[in-house]
């Protein structure tokens, strides 16, 4: 789950970690009430949406009035920013920050993640903050360092210091900036962050160190735990396909084709997506069903797919193993029984119960396109489409 900047700025606020001051907004007027709290003639404002890349596509600006800062919210507030990080349609804006100016000497670049390979936490700096990393990483890899800490040992000081002495900070901002790196640590350890990232960390003209952006996600399976980081939940930066479907306790990925898919496992789910690209189909979804999925779960992920607009056929693949072939196809009776679905829909079964289930659809008199095989499957649905849409 990610949350906001602001968000992830009162958490690191709390552990001790040095940001700026600030305070988000909802309103124009709220903005320049903020402004005038934090006191001074200059502000960073600054669009709060789940992703990076705001300040080149103009959510992040420096403004000098309360005037300025009002047209800031009036061009962003209600709106959706699209960066090079959220596709097309943007996210949308729902709240600004605002913070205090800051004199930046030196733009550093310090994150933490959860390394899988190696089940190890990385910290990662660089002296090359504020742009790209990814791009740091491609063309100057040798000016990203990092520090491996085993989690059943924690991070020691030791380790702090060995790796902000990379950084080529001035001695008296070496402490501080050990220390914040410390204090980040344990933020992203008692959080079940599964990443921390502050792009840029800056060095001020006063030689102290500041969190000028920060970006924090956390392992969806810890928030039962952590109640106060679920809070900061935001509905509105989601796929309202991904929402919905949440509701139903179905995990939905809302895609850019045309073709639904309804599939019971991730792997298979992966594969048959393969499979209708390489057909020459674009899928418009991937929902998995889940195991022992019950008629009614069924016909409420067909109605889920249906929901999506892009989609102008369907596909349900199951191999059955804990599902049941006579249960999903019941499903797609029952659905079919209530409503007219006037797109293709292709089933491929298969598994427990495989013959019963293709009795119910035969019985049934409805029109569904079955399939045998995957590859089947794939290439029926996409025959189907190309027919049905003429395209
Ligand atoms: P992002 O583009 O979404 O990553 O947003 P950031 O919070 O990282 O802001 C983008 C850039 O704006 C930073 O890399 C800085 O160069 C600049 N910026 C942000 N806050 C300040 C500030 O207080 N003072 C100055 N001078 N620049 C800032
Ligand atoms: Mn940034």
Not at 361 to 378: F, H, M, P, Q
Request: with cysteine.
């Amino acid at each position: 789950m990610n949350i906001h900047e602001y968000q992830a700025k009162k958490i690191l606020a709390q552990y001790g970690v040095p940001v700026p001051r600030g305070g988000v907004a909802h309103s124009a007027t709220g903005a320049i009430y903020q402004a005038n709290e934090l006191g001074g003639d200059k502000w960073i404002v600054k669009a709060q949406v789940h992703s990076g890349a705001r300040g080149k596509a103009g959510g992040v600006k420096l403004c000098e009035s309360p005037k300025e800062i009002s047209q800031f919210c009036d061009q962003f507030l209600g709106n959706n920013l699209v960066t090079n990080q959220t596709g097309p349609e943007g996210k949308m804006v729902s709240s600004i920050y605002v913070e205090e100016a800051t004199d930046i000497i030196k733009e550093l670049y310090f994150s933490i993640v959860l390394d899988r390979a190696t089940q190890k936490v990385t910290l990662v700096v660089s002296t090359e903050g504020g742009m790209d990393i990814e791009q740091v990483a491609e063309e100057m890899p040798e000016k990203i360092n990092k520090i491996r800490i085993d989690p059943s040992v924690g991070m020691q000081p030791f380790q702090a210091r060995q790796l902000v002495f990379t950084l080529g900070l001035p001695n008296e901002a070496i402490g501080s900036a050990s220390r914040a790196v410390m204090k980040c640590y344990r933020a992203f350890r008692d959080t079940d962050a599964n990443l921390l990232e502050i792009n840029p960390l800056v060095l001020t003209s006063g030689n102290k160190v500041l969190a000028l952006d920060a970006k924090m996600s956390f392992d969806a399976n810890a928030l039962y735990r952590r109640p106060e980081i679920f809070e900061f939940h935001d509905k509105t930066q989601q796929d309202i396909r991904e929402i919905n479907a949440a509701e139903h306790d179905l995990n939905y990925i809302g895609l850019e084709g045309n073709i639904g898919c309804l599939i019971n496992g991730a792997g298979l789910a992966m594969a048959t997506m393969d499979m209708i690209q390489h057909a020459g189909g674009e899928p418009a979804n991937f929902l998995d069903i889940g195991g022992g999925a019950s008629a009614q779960r069924v016909a409420t992920s067909i109605e889920l797919v249906l929901s999506d607009e892009n989609v102008e056929a369907i596909l349900v693949n199951i191999f059955a193993g804990i599902n049941r072939c006579d249960w999903v196809a019941q499903g797609i009776v029952d659905l079919l029984n209530k409503r007219d679905i006037d797109i293709p829909l292709v089933v491929r079964l298969s598994g427990t119960n495989v013959e019963k289930g293709q009795k119910i659809l035969r019985d049934s008199g409805k029109k569904v396109i079955t399939a045998e095989t995957l590859s089947d499957a794939a290439h029926t649905v996409v025959a189907e489409w190309k027919k049905s849409t003429g395209k």
